[in-house]
């Protein structure tokens, strides 16, 4: 599987965006995925996770009730995965990446960078004061 991320962008603050991950080359109903993040000079970070499923999800806690990670609820294994990121701030300015793995539990979730081993390329999120 390879993916591509999209939707990044300038927005100001409090504003909305919604990033997008196409997974293609593979059965993507196999794989649980997730939305990491770097900024300038920092390590990269878990934002949300997601399962084959899409039925269990995870944030942390600085995006919790603002952002929302989703894939198609009928069918996981089209090939998108969603970030819906509202009430932005301009700490969450930062290049995000979505990430997959396989996953042989439907429900599984993985938060650490280190457990996913197919990577997009990364989106800039700049989000002005």
């Known amino acids: ?14 504003g909305s965006l919604r990033l997008s991950c196409a997974a293609s080359g593979g059965y993507f109903g196999y794989y649980a995925a997730g ?11 878990f934002v949300a996770v997601i399962s084959r499923s899409g039925e269990v999800t995870d944030y942390r806690a600085s ?44 429900n599984t979730i993985y938060t650490t960078s280190a457990a996913y081993d197919v990577w997009g390329q990364g989106t800039l999120v700049t989000v002005s004061s």
């Open 1 to 14: 599987v390879q993916l591509q991320a999209s939707g990044g962008g300038l927005v100001q603050a409090g």
């Open 35 to 45: 939305w990491f993040r770097q900024a300038p000079g920092k390590e990269r970070e």
């Open 63 to 106: 995006v919790e009730g603002r952002f929302t990670i989703s894939r198609d609820a009928r069918d996981a294994s089209k090939n998108m995965v969603y970030l819906h990121m509202n009430g932005l701030k301009p700490e969450d300015t930062a290049v995000y990446y979505c990430a997959a793995r396989t996953s042989v539990r439907t």
